[in-house]
């Protein structure tokens, strides 16, 4: 492991997050597997425009590295190619940036094609700019932290290179969402209630759809477990089908170069029905972190989307909990008994945002049960022998369908 030490300044801007924010860099940091042995912090009115640190703590700094023997300094700063370099002539260490961590992290964490070129994408994105003055550095593409370099062979200084190679890879990103937008229509065309899992990296989002659907899929206590979009289908008690959506999590200051490449990714959560905002109920940071994902939610155009917030890790609270966010519902996805719990509240939450219906079937409208059962959130029905019909009542998400007769023979509505 690659002994790391941390590096952040606290300025008029960032003072509020700035304690949760380092403390997150470690995390990163511990997920690039890199051993966090010391830390510097200063406060400031601004950053320094050259250093980012005053000189008597970038010398302070030099020292560091040479007591604790590092060889990474990571900065909880953006940082330009000009400042990198003027640094790294300091320390005599390497030195990278919270953004370069973060795409580090996506490169090792990518395993589909579409993720794979996301992430190069992001890469080449933040290199670009930073091709002046970086020289040899740009070819940084061996083995630790912040060197995993998108493809195989080693970058060329050449920004006409690396324009042509983004153009290519965004062309290839489109014929894959092309794929991805045709089965998302199928599901909008198929009537099927569409859910989106959506939260903070590490709240327990490929959890959960583990939990509700069987999924087995990879679910880790790391951030950014979850790079590649998953659906998997999901029958409710009643016998609605539903799909479940995992997406990538997301992060305080998520890079601009991950959200432009990740956005196809990100927008398949503007489609849904619902979206479950997974939290975790013990982090310390969690007020932040919800804001966070608000942002995001409300940046990407998703606030109109009916939202049920999933308080998880209830197992691991030591005091009373307190939610912010409403409607709610607390958890333990761990806990194969609160599976129970969340479809209870999840179809409580369903209640609540569709369409109710009373409709009345003949014996002959009967065929049309299963599809009626399957597509809407069907709650009861009875028999009355008097009239000869049965009477259905329940939620649906597009009850015009159903009230003009689609199947034909529906009708009736009360």
Known sequence: MEKVILVGAETETNYQFFDESM?????????????????LTQKRQTVDRKTILGKG?????????ASKEANTVIFNHKLTARQTTVIEEVIDAKVIDRVQLILDIFAARA?????????????LSYMLPRLSGQGVDLSRLGAGIGSKGPGETKLETDRRHI?????????????LEKHREVSRQKRKEADILQIGLIGYTNAGKSTILNLLTDAKTYSEDKLFATLDPLTKKWE?????????????GFIQDLPTQLIEAFKSTLEESKNMDILLHVVDATS???DQQEKTVMKLVKDLEMEDIPMLTVYNKADLLTEPFVPTLFPNCLISANKASDKEVLTRDIVTFLEETLTK???????????????LKEHTLLLSYDYNEETNQYHMVGYAKNIQKWDKGEPEVLANKD
Do not use: W
């Open 236 to 248: 409710l008690p009643t016998g609605m089908q539903t799909t479940l959506t995992d997406t990538v």
């Open 357 to 371: 219906y009373n409709l009345y079937y003949s014996p002959r409208d009967m065929q049309y049960f299963n599809q």
């Open 111 to 123: 395993t589909s094609k579409e993720g794979q070129l996301q992430v190069e994408l992001a890469q």
């Open 57 to 65: 703590k970038l010398e302070e700094l030099k020292a560091l590295v």
């Open 23 to 39: 403390k997150e860099l470690g995390n990163l940091t511990e997920t690039a597997n890199g051993e966090v042995v010391g830390m």
């Open 163 to 175: 324009r042509s190679k983004m153009t290519a890879i965004k062309h290839e990103l489109k014929d």
């Open 284 to 286: 310390e940071n969690r």
